[in-house]
C-alpha cells in the first residue's frame, strides 16, 4: 500500500528546493538594497557609537531568540555578558547566569566567527552551551549530541493534554546523523547561492532535520545570523532577525508548518524570509536613533560632576528602564538607602538632568529631562 507523503523530507528529491525566481527577485533585491544603506550608515559611526549599536543590536538579538521559545531573559545580564566578552565597557555591569552566558556565547561565536567552517562538534557545543544544566525547564534532555527519539517521535505539539494538534513531525533519529552529514556539507560548500538565498534555506533545511532534542530554533536562528554575518563580511551587527520573527511569531510558526507539510517549492518561505529580513533591517533604524540620542545625551552632560549611582541609573533609564523610576526603585536598583536616592535624584533635577513625571500617580516618579537639556 502506498503511504502518503506529509512532510517536505518525505518528498522525492529531498532536500533540493526550488523556487520561483521572478516572486522572489523583488524582495530579496529590496533587502539587499536596505542591508547596503545600513552598511554605509554604520560606517559613518566612530568607533563608540559601533560598538554601543553592536552591544545594542546583540542584545535585542540574544533576547527575542529566547523570547520566540517562550524564555525571558534577565536584560541587565545579556547586556552585561555581551559587553563582557566583546570587551566592551559599560557601566552598571551585573553577574550573569550560565543559562544567560549560553545563549550569548552561541550568538557570538555564530557572529563573530562568522568565516570558520560549521561542524557537528560546533553544534553540540551550541547546544551544551544552550542547556548548561541538563534541563530544559522541568525536563532533563541530552546535550551536546543528537536526539534519539527514546520518548517518541519528535513533534512540535500545541494544545492542552488529551487535546494537542500536531504542527510538524521531524525525520526519525535513525536518519539525522545522515541528514546532519548533508546539511553541514552544504553549509560549508562555497556557491553561487546569494548569501541572504543560503541563510533563508539554512534556517528552513535545519529546524526541518530538528536535530537535537530542544534548542532548535535558537540554533536555527544562530544559523541565519551566521551566514547573514557572511553576506554583509563583518562582525558587526546593526540589524536583529528574531527581533521581527518574534513581532510576527504567529506567521513565522505558520509559514514553517504550511512549508513543511508542502512540497519543495520553497516560494512562499523565501518571500516571507526575505520581507521579514527588510523589516528587520527597517526596524534597525530605531537601534540607530537611540544610540545616538543615548550618545548626544551623555555628550551633553558630560561636563557635569556625578556619581557612581547616578552614572548607572542615567545609562538604566537610556536604555530598558521598566515602569516608572522612583526613589524606591533607585534605592534597590543603585543599592543605597532611600535618603541617598532622594539626594542623588533632587541632585540630578537641580542639574535639569531629570525632571519630574508629570503624568502624575501614587508615588512621584522621574523621566530623563530631554527637552531642557536639548535647548
Not at 182 to 200: E, G, H, P
Request: proline share 3%.
Amino acid at each position: 500500500m502506498r503511504i502518503m507523503t506529509t512532510y517536505i523530507y518525505q518528498q522525492p528529491g529531498w532536500p533540493r528546493f526550488r523556487w520561483n525566481s521572478d516572486a522572489i527577485i523583488q524582495p530579496l533585491a529590496s533587502a539587499r538594497h536596505m542591508q547596503g544603506i545600513l552598511t554605509g550608515k554604520m560606517e559613518a559611526l566612530g568607533f563608540r557609537l559601533k560598538n554601543e549599536a553592536i552591544l545594542e543590536t546583540l542584545t535585542t538579538e540574544v533576547m527575542k531568540t529566547s523570547e520566540i521559545e517562550g524564555q525571558i531573559l534577565n536584560l541587565d545580564q545579556v547586556r552585561s555578558s555581551i559587553a563582557r566578552k566583546l570587551g566592551i565597557d559599560i557601566p552598571g555591569l551585573v553577574p550573569s547566569d550560565r543559562s544567560v552566558d549560553g545563549i550569548v556565547e552561541v550568538m557570538l561565536d555564530a557572529t563573530q566567527n562568522y568565516e570558520k567552517p560549521l561542524t557537528r562538534e560546533r553544534l553540540f557545543g551550541w547546544h551544551s552551551a544552550l542547556f548548561p544544566y541538563g534541563w530544559s525547564g522541568m525536563y532533563r534532555i541530552v546535550t551536546g549530541k543528537w536526539r534519539d527519539d527514546s520518548t517518541g517521535p519528535m513533534q512540535v505539539v500545541s494544545g492542552a493534554l488529551g487535546k494537542e494538534k500536531v504542527h510538524y513531525q521531524a525525520p526519525p533519529a535513525g536518519l539525522v546523523d545522515k541528514e546532519m552529514r548533508a546539511f553541514i556539507t552544504w553549509f560549508n560548500r562555497s556557491t553561487a547561492v546569494d548569501m541572504l538565498l543560503k541563510s533563508a534555506l539554512a534556517h528552513l533545511w535545519f529546524i526541518t532535520i530538528h536535530p537535537f532534542e530542544d534548542g532548535n530554533g535558537r540554533i536555527a536562528r544562530a544559523l541565519s545570523e551566521m551566514l547573514l554575518a557572511r553576506s554583509d563580511n563583518s562582525q558587526m551587527r546593526f540589524y536583529s532577525m528574531s527581533s521581527q520573527i518574534k513581532a510576527d511569531r504567529k506567521k513565522y510558526y505558520d509559514i514553517l508548518e504550511n512549508t513543511q507539510r508542502g512540497t519543495l517549492d520553497i516560494t512562499r518561505w523565501l518571500v516571507w524570509y526575505f520581507n521579514c529580513l527588510g523589516s528587520a533591517l527597517k526596524s534597525s533604524e530605531i537601534i540607530l536613533s537611540k544610540v545616538l540620542i543615548k550618545h548626544r545625551f551623555l555628550s551633553k552632560i558630560s561636563s557635569e560632576v556625578l556619581n557612581q549611582r547616578q552614572i548607572l541609573m542615567i545609562n538604566k533609564l537610556l536604555d530598558e528602564f521598566e515602569g516608572n523610576l522612583t526613589t524606591s526603585k533607585w534605592a534597590r536598583i543603585a543599592r543605597c538607602s532611600q535618603d541617598t536616592a532622594l539626594r542623588d535624584v533632587q541632585d540630578l533635577m537641580n542639574k535639569k538632568i531629570l525632571r519630574q513625571n508629570p503624568a502624575g500617580g501614587r508615588s512621584t516618579s522621574y523621566v530623563i529631562n530631554f527637552l531642557e537639556l536639548a535647548e
